[in-house]
C-alpha cells in the first residue's frame, strides 16, 4: 500500500494532510475574502477613491524582450500620470507624508511614511498568497519569490496577454533545473480578478512606496529592488521564510487554518489532481504535475486524488477568483 500524505474524504470536500483539514467551500470563501480583503486596503490609501489607471487594449507584450528595464509597465499609466497616489493624498490632505517648511524644502513625515510603507507590506502579503493559491498550482517558496515585473538580469517574470485581459507568469527555474540538467520553465495565467489587483499594485502604490522608500532608507538598493520585484516590503524583497510565515498567518485568517508552505501546496495540488481533468502528454505525465515540477510518479506518490472517489467522477473547476 502506497503511502500517501494528502487524503481525501469520499464526498472530494475535505482535503487531509499530516492531520490538518482543509474544506474545498471554506478554501473557496478564504479566496474571495483575501481578494476583497486587499481591495479595500488598496483602495483605503487613496480615501476608499480607486485611482484611474489604464492598460492600452492593444498592448501586446513581447515575450521576446530582454532588454535591461523593459516591461509592460512603460505601456500603462494612470491619472494623473505622475505619482497619482501621492497627487490624491496632497488633494485630500490624507497620511501627511511629506510637507514643505519655512525655507521651502519638502520634509518627510518619517512617522507617516513608515505607517504608509506597514500598508503597502499588508497588501503585498495578501497579493503573494493570492498568486500562490489562486493562480495555478503553488510554487515552492524559492521559486515564487523571484516574481520580476520588469527585465534585470534575468528576463522578467510577468507579463501581459492583450491590455490588462490576463497577466501571465513565466517561471525559469525551478528545483528541478540542477537535478535533471535543463532548465525548465512553467506557464500560468492569472484569473482576471487577480491580474487587476496586481496591476493597480505596481501602477498606483508601487511607484510611492519607491518615492518613500528612497527617503527612508537612504538605500539605492531599495529603489533597484522595487523596479525588479513583485514581492518587496521596506525595501526588501521577501524571503521564503517570510513568505512561509505570511502565508500561515493569512490562511488561517481567511480560511480558518493556518497553513505553511508545504501543507498548501500539498492539499492544493491534490484539489487540482481531484478536480481538474487529467490531460496527459509525454511519458504518460499529467501537464498538472509537470508544471508543479514533479512527475505524475511522484505526484501518485505524495499527493493523494481520494479516499474514497464516486463513482463517475471525471473532475471538474473550482473557481477561486
Same mark, same amino acid.
Given at each position: ?7 481525501? %474524504? ?5 482535503? +487531509? ?22 481591495? @479595500? ?32 509597465? +512603460? ?5 494623473? /500620470? ?13 497620511? &501627511?507624508?511629506?510637507?514643505? %517648511? ?14 504608509? *510603507? ?32 520588469? &527585465?534585470?538580469?534575468?528576463? @522578467? ?9 490576463? *497577466?501571465?507568469?513565466?517561471? $525559469? ?36 512606496? $519607491? ?37 500561515? @498567518? ?11 508552505? +508545504?501543507?498548501? @501546496? ?6 487540482? /489532481? ?11 505525465? %499529467? ?9 505524475? /510518479? ?24
Amino acid at each position: 500500500m502506497r503511502a500517501l500524505t494528502t487524503i481525501w %474524504n469520499r464526498s472530494l470536500s475535505i482535503a +487531509q494532510f499530516k492531520g490538518t483539514q482543509v474544506k474545498v467551500k471554506e478554501l473557496v470563501a478564504g479566496v474571495q475574502s483575501m481578494l476583497k480583503t486587499l481591495t @479595500r486596503k488598496m483602495h483605503h490609501l487613496s480615501g476608499g477613491k480607486p485611482i484611474k489607471h489604464s492598460v492600452p487594449s492593444e498592448h501586446v507584450d513581447d515575450l521576446s524582450s530582454t532588454g535591461r528595464g523593459k516591461a509592460w509597465i +512603460q505601456a500603462a499609466y494612470t491619472e494623473p /500620470r505622475d505619482h497619482a497616489l501621492m497627487h490624491s493624498m496632497v488633494v485630500q490632505d490624507l497620511w &501627511n507624508l511629506s510637507s514643505v %517648511n519655512n525655507k521651502g524644502h519638502l520634509v518627510w513625515n518619517k512617522v507617516a511614511c513608515r505607517d504608509f *510603507m506597514r500598508k503597502a507590506a499588508e497588501i503585498v502579503d495578501l497579493i503573494i498568497t493570492l498568486v500562490h493559491i489562486g493562480s495555478g498550482p503553488p510554487l515552492r517558496g524559492e521559486e515564487i519569490i523571484w516574481d520580476q515585473i520588469s &527585465n534585470g538580469i534575468q528576463p @522578467r517574470t510577468l507579463y501581459l496577454a492583450f491590455g490588462q485581459i490576463s *497577466m501571465i507568469a513565466i517561471r $525559469r527555474h525551478s528545483k528541478d533545473t540542477n537535478a535533471k540538467g535543463i532548465d525548465p520553465f512553467n506557464v500560468c495565467y492569472f484569473p482576471q480578478s487577480l491580474t487587476d489587483a496586481i496591476c493597480y499594485y505596481i501602477l498606483v502604490i508601487q511607484p510611492l512606496e $519607491r518615492l518613500v522608500a528612497s527617503h527612508l532608507y537612504q538605500d539605492e538598493d531599495a529603489v533597484q529592488t522595487y523596479d525588479l520585484f513583485l514581492y518587496v516590503k521596506h525595501g526588501k524583497r521577501m524571503t521564503s521564510t517570510q513568505f512561509s510565515i505570511t502565508l500561515e @498567518r493569512i490562511t488561517s485568517e481567511h480560511i480558518g487554518v493556518g497553513l505553511s508552505l +508545504q501543507p498548501l @501546496r500539498h492539499i492544493i495540488i491534490a484539489f487540482q /489532481r481531484a478536480y481538474i481533468e487529467e490531460l496527459r502528454v509525454h511519458r504518460e505525465d %499529467n501537464i498538472g504535475n509537470l508544471i508543479s515540477s514533479h512527475t505524475s /510518479r511522484t505526484a501518485d506518490a505524495l499527493y493523494a486524488v481520494e479516499e474514497g472517489q464516486p463513482e463517475g467522477f471525471t473532475g471538474y473547476t473550482v473557481p477561486f477568483l
